[in-house]
């Protein structure tokens, strides 16, 4: 069965310089979620998306923004990195109306954030 | 704001031993959805296990099985004939019922097993 996809898998960035996550949901999802781990942590719900329009919010700081877009793929820009910003970020995706298990939220792999 | 609190930083076992996580969480909700993930070194998250809070039966799924109390909001899992493979970091999550909810994790257990 098909997974979620997260691209790249591993992001070199230097301080103050800018990077874009990608997540591919799995096909039919319509929910996209990110989440951030920092090193030793649990993940933090930073931003999620339905339909293409920003469902929820959390800790997510203004140098941070995301969207999805029409083929239900999300980016989440990321600028001005600071050291802090080094973590594991992880795209999840459900889908709304399922008679198995409805918002299950599956993971993607994460992409490895390192800001030198 | 619901919180979840894993008491336990660390834990181990002997190979073929059960061992029990504990979790607990605050909620003012009634209808909820509550995760056991497992993350190995790969750093993957993976769902162990599901309850859903209006059910009473617990949730079973091969050698892991839970115990759920609603009133007490409690919430451990207990880890049968334990093997290799299943040294990892634990976290417990909550989910509110309803629409597409955010999980909200707890700090983690990390299980060693010991051969």
């Known amino acids: 069965a098909a997974g979620v996809i997260q691209s790249p898998r591993h992001l070199i960035k230097e301080k103050r310089e800018t990077a874009t996550l990608k997540c591919y949901p799995i096909?039919?999802?319509?929910?996209v979620y990110w989440y951030q781990q920092g090193p030793g942590q649990d993940p933090q719900f930073l931003i999620s998306?339905?339909?293409?329009?920003?469902?929820d919010k959390g800790s997510i700081p203004d140098r941070f923004s995301a969207q999805q877009f029409s083929d239900y793929h999300s980016e989440l820009n990321m600028s001005s990195l600071e050291l802090g910003d080094s973590a594991l970020y992880f795209c999840?995706?459900?889908?709304?109306?399922?008679?198995?298990?409805?918002?299950?939220?599956?993971f993607g792999p994460g992409t490895r954030l390192t800001v030198t | 704001a619901q919180t979840v609190t894993q008491s336990q930083p660390e834990m181990s076992v002997q190979e073929a031993e059960t061992v029990t996580l504990s979790c607990t969480y605050d909620?003012?909700?009634?209808?909820?959805?509550l995760f056991w993930y497992k993350q190995p070194p790969s750093r993957q998250m993976i769902l162990v296990i599901r309850?859903?809070?209006?059910?009473?039966q617990n949730a079973t799924e091969n050698r892991f099985s839970v115990n759920f109390q609603k009133a007490a909001k409690s919430f451990s899992l207990k880890i049968s004939d334990s093997q290799l493979g299943d040294a990892a970091m634990y976290f417990c999550a909550y989910r509110r019922d309803g629409s597409n909810y955010k999980l909200t994790f707890g700090k983690g257990t990390l299980l060693t097993v010991n051969p």
């Open positions: 309850q859903e809070a209006y059910k009473q």
């Open positions: 909620t003012s909700e009634s209808d909820y959805y």
């Open positions: 999840a995706s459900s889908l709304r109306f399922s008679s198995g298990s409805p918002y299950e939220q599956y």
């Open positions: 096909p039919r999802h319509d929910t």
């Open positions: 998306f339905y339909e293409k329009m920003q469902s």
